[in-house]
């Protein structure tokens, strides 16, 4: 298994974003890797809250560590959302290969001490840590946000003066989920925090903004970018389809060909037409 820091240090050679995908079973990464593996590109597949409180943390661990082994390209096993300090540790015994500690919602102080401690005990065990900052708005496995909290760009800069994350997901106007209309990103912020050389940069919440949004983001330095509600929604698309035929086998087929059409999409989007991801 690769780490989120090596991956991402591709990303941030061939100016392309990787892409954070959300599991919940075991058709659902089958799909994404078989599709990433078509592609050549390093995919991360991220076990959030949802699936850990459906008590489904090493199940799906043992899953990832499996295709991981088996597959052609780097993958990492992520934990999204990471709740405590706790949690995160739970996730390095698991053998996770990143993690994020999310403390967006405390202060900004406690955000800062919480987030050193994962990062001494992730990087102690070679495990990555992503943080983030200005919380990210809309509903994701049970954690809201109801206000849209642009990151503080400021805080961003003391940030990580203080801590050394491999990665760190800011909010500049994006949200978990789909959005009512066309999310408004603020670009502006986006560059300035670019300009503080920070640690590759995490866009949450990618279902549903649209492509040139995106490529723009890429284009200001976003690395990673979380792909959780439209791969839900493919899975259950295809179950839908084929539900009539009462085989749970066609039905799991339909699921994982809807799962892979979506995940090689954003591939395809998050590598860039010109400058499709190389692995050595
Ligand atoms: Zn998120």
Do not use: W
Request: with cysteine; glycine share 8%.
């Amino acid at each position: 298994m690769a780490t989120l820091k090596e991956v991402l240090g591709i990303a941030t050679q061939s100016k392309t974003a990787i892409p954070g995908f959300n599991i919940d079973n075991i058709e659902i990464p089958e799909a994404i890797i078989t599709a990433a593996e078509e592609y050549h590109c390093p995919v991360i597949l991220t076990i959030g809250q949802g699936a850990i409180q459906a008590g489904q943390m090493h199940h799906l661990a043992d899953v990832v560590r499996r295709l991981a082994d088996e597959s052609t390209v780097p993958v990492v096993m992520h934990l999204d959302h990471g709740a405590s300090y706790e949690q995160t540790i739970q996730c390095l015994r698991a053998g996770f290969t990143s993690v994020m500690f999310d403390g967006s919602h405390l202060p900004f102080e406690e955000n800062v001490r919480i987030t050193q401690e994962v990062v001494k005990a992730a990087h102690a065990v070679g495990v990555s840590v992503e943080a983030e900052l200005g919380a990210i708005y809309g509903v994701e496995d049970g954690i809201s946000h109801s206000r849209d909290n642009l990151v503080d760009v400021d805080e961003v800069a003391r940030f990580i003066q203080q801590v050394d994350v491999d990665a760190l997901a800011i909010g500049i106007g994006n949200a978990h989920g789909m959005y009512q209309g066309l999310p408004r990103l603020d670009f502006d912020r986006l560059q300035q925090c670019q300009a503080l050389n920070p640690p590759p940069l995490v866009l949450h919440g990618g279902s549903g903004i649209p492509d040139d949004m995106i490529r723009r983001s890429i284009a200001l330095g976003i690395r990673k970018i979380n792909v959780a509600t439209e791969i839900r929604n493919a899975f259950m698309c295809g179950l839908e389809s084929a539900v009539g035929q009462r085989n749970i086998y066609a039905m799991y087929r339909a699921a994982a060909q809807c799962v892979h059409d979506v995940a090689a999409a954003k591939i395809r989007l998050f590598q860039g037409v010109e400058a499709p991801i190389q692995i050595a």
